[in-house]
């Protein structure tokens, strides 16, 4: 397996450092895995991820949030397991998960709920109004705005 080096992305670029780290860490996480999932858009700076976990209650489940890394895992209690049940067959995934998510700057978790065998978690991004774009008025050396300067000449 090849490794990309991104020594040269941390020198150079000022400020982008946890790009740089979430570019590596996305490089090494392996693709697939269980439970599969879907991540949605459900609207503007709304998103919803699906993860299909089937055979798991909802106190067999654990979210958390830590440093922008929300982390879904299940496990199944021991007790549970050990019923004295015998299979002739088992298709049914039993087997205990955690599932990382790397989340955007200012996406927040809103929601999670049990539906149909299917776990979903709802997530918004809410910009703060200090970081939203803002339009800057040119002023020249006088104290004048441009604008009001160019409208004055014509």
């Known amino acids: 397996m090849t490794t990309i080096d991104f020594t040269p992305l941390f020198r150079s670029a000022i400020g982008f450092d946890r790009l740089a780290t979430a570019l590596e860490s996305a490089y090494r996480s392996e693709a697939g895995g269980y439970p599969p999932y879907n991540i949605e858009i459900t609207g ?3 998103y919803r991820i699906s993860m299909a976990v089937a055979g798991f209650a909802e106190k067999d489940l654990n979210l958390h949030v830590k440093e922008s890394i929300l982390t879904v895992s299940g496990a199944h209690k021991d007790e549970e397991k050990e019923k004295g049940q015998r299979f002739l067959y088992r298709g049914i995934a039993t087997r205990n998960f955690e599932r990382q998510f790397q ?7 809103v929601d999670a ?31 004048s705005l441009l604008e009001g300067k160019a409208e004055k000449a014509a």
Not at 103 to 109: G, I, N, P
Not at 126 to 133: D, F, S
């Open 113 to 143: 709920r049990i539906e149909d065998g299917l776990l979903h978690i709802d997530l918004v991004r809410e910009i703060p109004e200090a970081m939203k774009p803002r339009t800057i008025q040119i002023r020249t050396d006088g104290g």
């Open 44 to 46: 503007e700076d709304k």
């Open 103 to 109: 989340l955007a700057d200012y996406v927040k978790v």
